[in-house]
């Protein structure tokens, strides 16, 4: 097996990911699932979550970037595939070379991809990003200022085909009074906007605008698709924040490395770089075979962080370095050379979770998986 010559990996539970969609189902009704699998699926694994999404049903899929498209369509995807981020004009090609569906930044970007068709003899496919409030791309439609001439123009353009319209939540999580409230005027302003549409004697084809805090926290809203990233990966953004539903997910990934030495340290002796961690009295002292170039931050040395060896949980001591961190198995029996240690997962009974790394980060459960190195391979649950 390849973890016998991995200093550290990962492995993921793709089964799990069929649970997980059927609890979002559950949740957002008749709704479909456009499974998002930007950022190599979250670190995940992009073409395998698609694939395991596939097989479950999901016939849409969004990503960040169009080499992110391309990567799956070359690992064997051929369902619809949305392009949620920016593509630069030098790339327009590959968007009908690979039958791939742009978001439209901006009124102007698209009429720049219609020129573009234009002059290539082809059909952009595309969908109308509509800025109800998140002010990051998309054609403003807000309360102070409301852009529906450009919205609708987009839709009229010859090469550009506007096969669906989205939106997207910036305070979904937020259970607060405010942030329902804004949230609420979103939703209304959306579908202000598709009423608008219809009025003009146009389809806005397929609809979607709930996140994965969206779906936890809105349910059923009744458009075409949802959009869950995390969610089906079993975990939310941060266990602390509250939900209004009840979700039973399982969470798909587990971290692990290797023990690579065990030794003594004496009262007084420090550990790692900057010797932020003293030691006070006789200690065993494992060093582990991952560091933050694998993905494990930096910012969590000496923050009381646990992981489990032998099914026990040992606190990581000192500096975490780039390859390598060191942990305190003074209490655990028969630590060697080769042991597992668990960094997510679950162990002799106990577990440790993604979401403990991302507190101690300050951080949310997003960033600390996506930030899981390219080097640690993600290997395949077994059984």
């Known amino acids: 097996m390849l973890e016998a010559y991995s200093r550290a990996w990962a492995e993921i539970d793709y089964d799990a990911i069929a649970h997980n969609c059927d609890e979002v189902q559950k949740i957002v009704g008749s709704t479909k699932i456009m499974g998002i699998v930007k950022a190599n699926a979250y670190g995940h694994g992009d073409i395998a979550c698609a694939k395991a999404l596939r097989d479950w049903g999901v016939d849409f899929f969004g990503v960040s970037s169009v080499d992110e498209a391309i990567g799956l369509r070359q690992g064997g995807i051929e369902e619809n595939i949305l392009i949620l981020g920016y593509t630069p004009e030098e790339h327009f090609h590959y968007l009908h070379e690979y039958n791939l569906v742009q978001s439209l930044c901006s009124y102007a970007y698209a009429k720049k991809l219609n020129q573009y068709g234009k002059e290539n003899h082809c059909v952009i496919r595309a969908h109308c990003k509509v800025d109800t409030g998140m002010n990051r791309t998309g054609v403003i439609y807000q309360t102070q200022e409301k852009h529906m001439e450009e919205i609708l123009a987009e839709y009229q353009l010859e090469a550009v085909s506007v096969e669906g319209i989205f939106s ?111 030691v006070k009295k006789p200690c065993k002292v494992a060093t582990m075979s991952i560091g933050y170039a694998d993905g494990l931050p930096r910012i969590v040395s000496n ?23 060191m942990i305190d198995v003074t209490d655990v029996e028969n630590v060697q050379e080769g042991d597992t240690v668990c960094i997510v997962g679950l162990q002799g009974g106990k577990r440790v979770t993604i979401d403990e790394i991302s507190r101690k980060a300050h951080t949310i459960n997003n960033e600390t998986l996506s930030a899981l190195a390219a080097r640690v391979p993600r290997l395949k649950k077994r059984g």
């Open 168 to 278: 997207h939540f910036p305070v979904s999580d937020d259970l607060g009074e405010d942030a329902k409230t804004f949230t609420k005027k979103q939703i209304d302003l959306f579908n202000e906007v598709l009423a608008n549409l219809k009025a003009a004697g146009i389809n806005p084809g397929v609809t979607h605008l709930q996140n994965s805090y969206g779906i936890l926290n809105y349910g059923s809203l009744g458009y075409d698709y949802c959009r869950p990233g995390l969610l089906y990966m079993g975990v939310t953004s941060d266990d602390t924040i509250p939900i209004a539903s009840n979700p039973d997910f399982i969470p798909i990934l587990s971290l692990y490395a290797n023990v690579s030495v065990v030794k003594w340290l004496q009262p007084g002796m420090t550990v790692s770089y900057g010797r932020h961690f003293t």
């Open 303 to 325: 923050q009381d962080l646990h992981v489990l060896v032998h099914g026990q949980a040992c606190p990581i001591i000192g500096n975490v370095c780039m390859d390598q961190c």
